[in-house]
T-cell receptor
Framework: EAGVAQSPRYKIIEKRQSVAFWCNPI?????LYWYQQILGQGPKLLIQFQNNGVVDDSQLPKDRFSAERLKGVDSTLKIQPAKLEDSAVYLC????????????FGQGTRLTVV | AQTVTQSQPEMSVQEAETVTLSCTYDTSESDYYLFWYKQPPSRQMILVIRQEAYKQQNATENRFSVNFQKAAKSFSLKISDSQLGDAAMYFC??????????????FGTGTRLTIIP
């Protein structure tokens, strides 16, 4: 079974530029999560999708971050314009529908804003 | 809101020895899940072990076991016979459920485990 795929693995941009990350979840997984992991901290949820609907985006800085999951499969997370404090690892995870399921994580995208 | 606290930023252990990583959490819920995840330099979060709050028996997975103290809101991870491949960041995580569906994970700040050959 293929795992959660993310690209790119690394990205370096200048502040005020825009950037996009892509995630392809495990086939059949209805729930998709984007987490932000700042160096020295644990991951923090940015947004959660159930199929193509948003379940939780309370921690997403909506003035600069946006995410979509068209057709309920793969997803993109965009930052525009980027700030220095956006430097982090962006992790995508997915889980199947059910009450007693676990989340499977991708390898993340390390973003450096200079 | 739920919080997860890991008070040990770094731990080290001699190869083949046993080490215990600590985690405490705060919640008003009675039903929830607790997890330990391992994050090697590859950055991928790998599930090590899971505990359902309604189960009194502590979970075990080969060399990994937990000490779940629900009243004290404590959830420690014991790694026996430590191996070089166990070196990684370890995160404790909390999730509401099962009645809440596919809820988000709330993570602690992590413990960096070093294995000394």
């Amino acid at each position: 079974e293929a795992g959660v795929a993310q690209s790119p693995r690394y990205k370096i941009i200048e502040k005020r530029q825009s950037v996009a990350f892509w995630c392809n979840p495990i086939s059949g997984h209805a729930t998709l999560y984007w987490y932000q992991q700042i160096l020295g901290q644990g991951p923090k949820l940015l947004i959660q999708f159930q199929n193509n609907g948003v379940v939780d985006d309370s921690q997403l800085p909506k003035d600069r971050f946006s995410a979509e999951r068209l057709k309920g499969v793969d997803s993109t997370l965009k930052i525009q314009p980027a700030k220095l404090e956006d430097s982090a690892v962006y992790l995508c995870a997915s889980s199947p529908t059910g009450l007693n399921t676990e989340a499977f994580f991708g390898q993340g995208t390390r973003l450096t804003v200079v | 809101a739920q919080t997860v606290t890991q008070s040990q930023p770094e731990m080290s252990v001699q190869e083949a020895e046993t080490v215990t990583l600590s985690c405490t959490y705060d919640t008003s819920e009675s039903d929830y899940y607790l997890f330990w995840y391992k994050q090697p330099p590859s950055r991928q979060m790998i599930l090590v072990i899971r505990q359902e709050a309604y189960k009194q028996q502590n979970a075990t997975e080969n060399r990994f076991s937990v000490n779940f103290q629900k009243a004290a809101k404590s959830f420690s991870l014991k790694i026996s016979d430590s191996q070089l491949g166990d070196a990684a960041m370890y995160f404790c995580a909390y999730r509401r459920g099962p009645g809440f569906g596919n809820e988000k994970l709330t993570f602690g700040t992590g413990t960096r485990l070093t294995i000394i050959p």
